[in-house]
């Protein structure tokens, strides 16, 4: 008891600490999980040939792009291309657009990341 008087304020901070802690590990999991389902439904009203459903969700995905991490990205680019063929251009075809644009930012911060890189490669075999 008398360790429970003295520490109060410790503990409580200390459980203050975790419970945030669970909270923000949670919401990004239901972030993550949310990206998936919106996916999924994309390809699906796509699927069922609901253009202006799927465009919505198109817009969605599209404006949410650069706020993912790249894992997030790799998955949607690996689900995607197993749907169209990377090789042949479709205009029409949403899910082909949002691979070429999914493709073209997975590209864009591969080469942000090598150029930072190569940049402080240059910076440490200087000193």
Avoid at 29 to 58: P, Q, T, V, W
Wanted: glycine content about 4%; aromatic content about 8%.
């Amino acid at each position: 008891m008398r360790f429970l008087r003295r520490y109060q304020y410790l503990l409580c901070f200390m459980g203050l600490v975790v419970v945030a802690s669970v909270l923000v590990i949670n919401q990004f999991m239901a972030n993550a999980s949310a990206h998936i389902k919106l996916r999924e439904d994309f390809i699906l009203l796509h699927d069922e040939g609901k253009a202006e459903a799927c465009d919505e969700l198109y817009q969605k995905l599209i404006q949410n792009l650069d706020r993912l991490d790249e894992r997030t990205l790799v998955d949607d680019l690996q689900r995607t291309s197993l749907l169209v063929d990377p090789k042949a251009p479709d205009l029409d075809n949403l899910v082909w657009k949002y691979y070429v644009s999914v493709k073209k930012e997975v590209q864009q911060r591969a080469e942000r990341r090598v150029a930072a890189a190569l940049q402080s490669g240059e910076g440490s075999a200087e000193q």
